[in-house]
């Protein structure tokens, strides 16, 4: 069984989250919805719920679905600083011993759904992470239903609760004109209102561009009406890093405003710049090493090692870094403060899902103003206007649905390039920002200076990795000194301690593991001593 629900000393609630535990104190059955402004502080209602309702026993787990594996470990950790212990990536519903519940990828139920609703019961509470990756009719969300169908509670999280794919979300309340119903909702315009979430200004470049289209040479700007075709070539050609006047302007002039920043007293300040593709992308990181003098930060979501070298990232000084898919949920980093959107993808949901990158504020910081470089493209431009408009967002049923599967599997916005097109020269010059440079929120009103934080409790998760290496290390150094094979010493210590296989221990199992091994390695160094 799970330990006691101990806790560390919270940070306060936010009067948005406090409003949110009050309409969730009603809610006994049913989906609900939760649309709030990226940055805002989502996680930790749904946590303080989910401890409540363990502390109560109106449940008796807890499963947290994520669309990416590195969200997972996020929310164990957060989760464990409230004193709910969540077993990250684990194979079913049912949490180990020592744990309150589990966090999932959703690829993950996907596997075999059918597995997971046999072991789905009434007591458990589904917390939906980033509930816009669920859609009715595709494979994620028809598993996510079959799944949890017996689960009669369902707290839906999501900053931007709409798909551009204009598939409903399963679970989600629409009115009759399509529009999304949330049961609680903080805008991104409150969010900044109340100092949570940082401004955002956004600086457009428009100029003179000319490509080659078949046997003609086309030249305009974003000003001018083209056809589909050719606005597409147009957009290509402003993100093109082989004409000096396009992007690498952009670059330079983002870069001058990151440099400035980083002047003028956020140190640490750091830009992103987000690509159409891998090649794009180390394109733009070779760029960007010629105007700084070295050479940023490429994560790509193939690499292995992806969210290690984000979160790498977000706790150094380094200036830049370029990525493609990798900044959408899941990556909190406060210091950035500059970006250069140069991505292929225009859909509303990646507009809005990169954009939020920028909005995350530094606690204990007066949240300044992030700066957001981009072609003037006529569809990038509508959706900047409409960043500070309310989250809730219509669900149009009768348009064309944009291309968006499960994440990393989309296509671009943009049709492909053919052979007959050829970027000739851009000719880029700033246009004022949309919006003007945002007003500061109102200072703080002075207070107490707050006591010092405790330090952060190890996850069990953690806990329990750390002592399953201990515990190996210890069998290696006995398999040395003794000669027994690992399978062999491993069964002597299961047996020892009551376990059937290592992979089903308790975090108090582990630690008699590890003293039975430590004792035996202390008799093998007095026998070699006597001997």
Not at 193 to 201: F, N, T, W, Y
Request: aromatic content about 6%; hydrophobic content about 40%; some cysteine.
């Amino acid at each position: 069984m799970p330990g006691p629900l101990a806790r560390r000393t919270p940070t306060t609630l936010r009067a948005w989250q406090r409003r949110a535990l009050d309409r969730l104190s009603d809610w006994r059955e049913g989906p609900f919805l939760i649309s709030a402004a990226p940055g805002a502080g989502k996680t930790r209602p749904a946590l303080e719920l989910a401890r409540e309702l363990l502390g109560r026993k109106s449940v008796k787990r807890v499963v947290v679905l994520c669309p990416t594996t590195p969200l997972t470990r996020q929310w164990a950790t957060a989760a464990a600083e409230l004193g709910v212990q969540l077993q990250p990536d684990a194979n079913g519903p049912t949490p180990p011993r020592d744990f309150h519940g589990v966090a999932v990828t959703y690829a993950r139920v996907a596997t075999d759904p059918a597995a997971w609703a046999a072991k789905v019961a009434a007591d458990t509470l589904v917390v939906v992470d980033e509930a816009h990756h669920l859609g009715e009719n595709l494979a994620w969300g028809m598993s996510f239903q079959r799944a949890f169908a017996a689960a009669p509670r369902w707290l839906l999280l999501s900053g931007t609760p709409f798909r551009s794919d204009a598939t409903p979300i399963p679970g989600v309340r629409y009115d009759s004109d399509g529009v999304v119903v949330p049961d609680v909702s903080y805008t991104y315009a409150e969010a900044v209102a109340d100092g949570i979430c940082r401004p955002v200004a956004f600086v457009t470049f428009d100029g003179t561009l000319s490509w080659r289209s078949g046997g003609d040479v086309i030249e305009s700007s974003f000003e001018t009406v083209l056809t589909a075709r050719e606005a597409s070539r147009r957009y290509r050609t402003a993100i093109s890093t082989e004409l000096p006047e396009g992007l690498p302007r952009i670059l330079r002039e983002a870069n001058a405003k990151l440099g400035a920043l980083r002047a003028g007293g956020h140190r640490d300040a750091g830009g992103l710049a987000v690509a159409a593709d891998s090649s794009h992308a180390r394109q733009i990181a070779k760029l960007l090493g010629e105007v700084t003098g070295r050479a940023p930060l490429v994560v790509l979501h193939t690499e292995a090692n992806a969210a290690r070298k984000l979160q790498d990232f977000g706790g150094s000084r380094e200036p830049w870094i370029v990525a493609v898919n990798m900044v959408s949920e899941g990556v909190d980093i406060p210091r950035l403060r500059v970006g250069v959107y140069a991505s292929a993808a225009k859909t509303p949901l990646i507009f809005r899902q990169i954009v939020g990158r920028f909005v995350r504020t530094t606690p204990g910081t007066q949240p300044e103003p992030s700066w957001v470089y981009l072609p003037a493209e006529q569809t990038l431009r509508t959706h900047a206007s409409e960043v500070e408009s309310e989250l809730r967002h219509a669900l149009r049923r009768d348009e064309p649905a944009d291309a968006f599967e499960d994440p990393f599997q989309r296509r671009a916005s943009e049709p492909s390039p053919s052979a007959e097109f050829i970027p000739l020269s851009a000719e880029f010059a700033a246009q004022m920002t949309l919006f003007g440079p945002p007003p500061r929120p109102a200072p703080p009103k002075p207070s107490k200076p707050a006591p010092a934080a405790e330090p952060a409790p190890k996850a069990a998760f953690q806990r329990r990795a750390d002592l399953r290496a201990k515990r190996s290390r210890l069998v290696t150094e006995l398999h040395r000194r003794d000669g027994r094979s690992h399978r062999e010493i491993n069964a002597w210590v299961n047996r020892a301690v009551g376990l059937e296989h290592v992979e089903a221990a308790s975090i108090q199992q582990l630690q008699r593991s590890i003293e039975t091994l430590m004792d035996e390695l202390t008799r093998s160094g007095r026998r070699a001593k006597a001997l």
